[in-house]
């Protein structure tokens, strides 16, 4: 898989202990942040999502968390990953139920670094999985809402004139394949074509 599919952030603000994790992940492209405010940062102001973030829970400026949740928050399917100490069970529940955290891998243990490298590995192709279950998804709805809305347009054509009924397709046809029906119906309100439009709230969403 190509390095920019393989993109990771990693947040430590032990400096000895992020550049042992940023060497254990050579073959994936890993950003780094030192504190939880750089990382919010960088989520923030970056073009592409990562696929994976992994985060310390306790950092010199607030909680590993707040980073995974601001992710959860704009780039749902990027995989969260905590890798912190295990001597705060309450703080782990706090990030496992707000961030709704993938893994959380105890940086003491004997693999850790094992460990987070096979989560790492997990979550990219994790990442690919959402990718695609969400598109398909996206894909049949849409499809839904083609099959029903190009039955209750065609039904439009007993109430008005040959020339507005073809006026209303071409301008609601490039909307089709992107969008839900409704898109196209603000579409034919803000051509003032307002009796059209009430027609087919009225007639055409009636079985809907």
């Known amino acids: ?31 780094q942040a030192e504190s939880r405010d750089s990382a919010l940062d960088i989520i923030r102001s970056t073009a592409s999502p990562f696929q994976v973030i ?25 995989v969260r990953v905590i890798f912190s100490g295990a ?12 961030s709704r955290v993938d893994r959380y891998i105890d940086k003491g243990a004997m693999n850790a670094i094992s460990d987070l490298r096979e989560a790492c590995a997990w979550g990219i192709n994790e990442y690919q999985r959402r990718v695609a279950v969400d598109r398909s998804s996206t894909s049949s709805l849409v499809s839904w809402y083609e099959r029903i809305a190009l039955e209750r347009f065609s039904a439009l054509r007993m109430y008005l004139p040959d020339s507005t009924h073809a006026r209303l397709w071409e301008m609601w046809k490039p909307a089709l394949p992107s969008a839900p029906p409704i898109s196209a119906l603000n ?22």
């Open 1 to 31: 898989m190509p390095h920019e599919h393989r993109r990771i952030l990693v947040v430590e603000d032990e400096r000895s202990v992020l550049d042992l994790i940023v060497s254990s992940l050579d073959d994936f492209d890993v950003t």
């Open 54 to 78: 992994v985060t310390d829970q306790h950092l010199g400026d607030g909680y590993g968390n707040s980073v995974l949740s601001e992710a959860l928050f704009l780039h749902p399917h990027t």
């Open 87 to 98: 001597d705060d069970a309450v703080s782990a529940a706090q990030a496992i139920n707000e």
């Open 187 to 208: 579409l034919w309100r803000d051509a003032n074509l307002e009796v059209a439009y009430q027609t087919f709230l009225r007639e055409g969403f009636r079985a809907l």
